[in-house]
């Protein structure tokens, strides 16, 4: 809600529609909401969001400059496939800069971070107990930026967003082996011991938890999607 101002009028919202429409992409991509080889055009887009092509079009081209977006020959888009070693190598770079970023911002947490984030933890484990994966992948992103974005460093942040726009949507395949009961996932979950150990102030051991959070759920990907050899 925009803020009032002294005269009692509301504060216009300034933030360009352009820049909305990319945040708006950009968090479909990291929250697993947009999947490998989707195609989205301009024009569809811009009709669901209710804008003009201009703002998608614009959008579209600065998610394909951070490669979390293909052009396609009749100048839609796509949600790239990538190669199980890319997927890999992704994974291997979130575990450092994930894992740095949560042991950093466990000694700047204060009182009301941690509410929050216990917020979000609970919020991850009841969305994994009700079944629904877009809730759980919209909840898993929630939880875990709350906790980066306390780290003191942007550019960390500003990293950590560009690969998860590559790796987003692939984290919907955490759902596969779990899809009688979603709440077997929290058997390779570990937000709660992150938490855990931000509560105790343990940013050593906050970052391990979260390391083996990320990597398990990699593994368990890697063993239940057939990756292509090579990008296309």
């Known amino acids: 809600m925009a803020d009032k ?23 479909a991509l990291m929250s697993g ?50 190669s199980a070693d890319r997927f890999q190598q992704l994974t291997d770079v ?23 984030i216990r917020r979000h933890c609970a919020e991850l484990t009841q969305a994994a107990r009700s079944g629904d994966i877009d809730d ?3 909840k898993n992103h929630d939880f875990k930026f709350s906790i980066y974005r306390h780290c003191g460093n942007e550019q960390m942040i500003f990293l950590i967003e560009t690969v998860w726009m590559q790796v987003g949507p692939f984290l919907r395949n955490l759902r596969i082996g779990f899809e009688d ?20 102030g343990d940013g050593k051991r906050a970052r391990a938890a979260i390391v083996r959070d990320i990597d398990e759920g990699a593994t368990h990907i890697l063993k239940q999607v057939r990756f292509p050899e090579v990008r296309p």
Not at 52 to 62: K, L, T
Not at 94 to 116: D, P, S, V, W
């Open 5 to 27: 101002t002294q005269f009692g009028l509301t504060a216009l919202d300034t933030v360009p529609l352009h820049e909305k429409v990319y945040l708006e992409l950009v968090r």
């Open 33 to 82: 909401q947009l999947q490998p080889g989707q195609k989205l055009t301009s024009r569809k887009l811009a009709k669901e969001l209710g804008t003009s092509d201009m703002p998608v079009r614009s959008a579209f081209m600065r998610l394909q400059a951070l490669r979390a977006l293909s052009p396609m020959p009749n100048g839609s888009v796509e949600v790239p496939t990538i």
């Open 181 to 200: 009961d979603l709440a077997g996932i929290l058997e390779i979950d570990y937000h709660e011991e992150v938490v855990a150990a931000i509560e105790t």
């Open 94 to 116: 979130r575990t450092i800069l994930e894992g740095t970023a949560t042991e950093l911002a466990t000694k700047l947490i204060n009182g009301n971070n941690l509410r929050a």
């Open 136 to 138: 759980y992948l919209r």
